[in-house]
């Protein structure tokens, strides 16, 4: 008998095929860019200009953005919320809030990045 690998099957029976696999990943990894590049931003403008609730609060949504946690849409709004007080508050530059948006947005699967 033939030794078959997973790997090798088409999806059937809850089976991962390698493409299966690739498809998922490639996403995945795009996502986790965008994650890092936010923490990177929020690193670089950091303590001296969000409070500590804040540079928690948008790590915490981009979390839940990525794993897929059920309150990812209320904790979406709320760092939308503060995104736009960074800017309209002038605390933030237009730029790096829409730096902070992108990379936000960058994390949530149901928003198809490739």
Excluded at 85 to 95: D, G, H, I, P, V
Aim: aromatic residues 6%; hydrophobic residues 40%; contains cysteine.
């Amino acid at each position: 008998m033939p030794i078959v690998c997973e790997t090798t099957l088409p999806r059937v029976r809850g089976w991962l095929t390698w493409d299966t696999m690739m498809n998922t990943a490639e996403p995945m990894t795009a996502r986790g860019a965008h994650y890092t590049a936010l923490l990177e931003t929020i690193d670089h403008q950091g303590a001296a200009k969000l409070h500590a609730r804040e540079r928690e609060q948008l790590p915490e949504a981009a979390d839940a953005l990525l794993f897929g946690e059920p309150e990812n849409r209320r904790l979406l709004r709320s760092a939308e919320d503060l995104i736009e007080s960074l800017e309209t508050n002038e605390r933030w530059s237009a730029e790096s809030c829409e730096q902070l948006r992108e990379h936000l947005y960058g994390c949530d699967a149901a928003a198809g990045v490739a």
